[in-house]
């Protein structure tokens, strides 16, 4: 069997991938073009990708590929209906990133909502060296006891946030953009309710024919002066030029994203232009990566990969 990691570097090069020289030949090219593709794939079994595109294009060469294994939750990247007509099995992984993302969701809302930079900046500029009193509360933070924190997108990630959030004593509601009846346990509402009434709103919903730019002009201009917006979903759910009026006009408070309309950041995001304001904090889409998550990740694909083949 031979097993080709298209783009082995999106999953970092810290991890033991040697469970895979087990199943059979390995070889891993750190990052995969789709002029790469064709002959990269050529003589392969199984190929393991994370954001390469996999459809007729890229793989028609594959006279002998039997399995394609993505290396995240999302398949967006992968023509199956062109899958099915070759019978090409592929495999996805969910789970594996539900307690990394939730640790980045509540980093996130701290880091905003206690103003963390600018108390961060005041001890590291020695203002508080021999300073008048022995406590600086110049800039306001409240409690997230008893806030309300809306969730939009109620999977395993958005349920996770919903428990830790009601152990601070937040009140939680959420709203399913493609209309799934309600969960039992928690308090599911109207779009136009969560943004209106929401106190901090994360976001952890796919990316569909429901959710994409979904957060448009209208949307944030209902929420509230003081809200917290996160998105920890996918970056095409938010108009991003919305998000960048809403910061501008103090549509809201504060906005913190893992995730961007493109990746890595374009030159030309509106974003840019609010790279230094305190109110909006951007990582590099690594919420879901923390060590044991993509350790997790590694062990569920070469499981993957050897059940497959058992089964053939």
């Not at 900046?121 to 306001?140: I, L």
């Not at 004593?169 to 929401?198: E, K, T, W």
């Not at 108009?239 to 504060?254: G, N, V, Y």
Request: aromatic share 10%.
């Amino acid at each position: 069997m031979k097993i080709v990691f298209l783009d082995a570097k999106t999953i970092g090069e810290d991890l033991d991938l040697s469970p895979f020289d087990k199943l059979g030949e390995v070889i891993k090219y750190p990052f995969s073009s789709a002029k790469d593709v064709p002959e990269r794939v050529r003589d392969a079994d199984v190929v393991i990708l994370n954001k390469v595109q996999i459809n007729e294009q890229t793989i028609h060469t594959a006279g002998q590929l039997k399995l394609v294994c993505v290396t995240a939750t999302g398949t967006n990247n992968l023509d199956k209906k062109y899958l099915e007509e070759r019978g090409i099995a592929w495999r996805n992984v969910a789970g594996y990133s539900t307690q990394s993302v939730a640790q980045h969701t509540f980093a996130m809302l701290f880091y905003l909502l206690e103003k963390l930079p600018y108390y961060d900046q005041y001890v590291k500029s020695r203002r508080y060296v021999n300073d008048t009193f022995f406590t600086h509360f110049e800039q306001v933070f409240h409690q997230l006891n008893s806030m309300t924190w809306g969730i939009i997108g109620l999977g395993s990630i958005g349920r996770r946030v919903a428990d830790i959030a009601r152990m601070f004593g937040a009140r939680v509601i959420y709203c399913s953009p493609s209309g799934a009846p309600p969960q039992p346990g928690y308090d599911q509402v109207s779009f136009h309710d969560l943004l209106a009434s929401s106190d901090i709103i994360s976001v952890h919903a796919p990316l569909n024919k429901f959710t994409e730019n979904l957060l448009d002009e209208q949307a944030f201009r209902q929420m509230r002066p003081h809200t917290i917006f996160l998105n920890l979903g996918r970056g095409q759910i938010v108009a991003e030029d919305a998000l960048a009026a809403a910061l501008k006009h103090h549509w809201i408070a504060a906005a913190g994203l893992d995730v961007l309309a493109v990746e890595p950041m374009s030159e030309d995001s509106p974003l840019l232009d609010l790279i230094d304001n305190p109110n909006l904090f951007i990582t590099p889409h690594i919420g879901w990566a923390s060590i044991e998550a993509r350790t997790q990740l590694i062990s569920i694909i070469a499981g993957q990969i050897s059940d497959f083949f058992s089964q053939i």
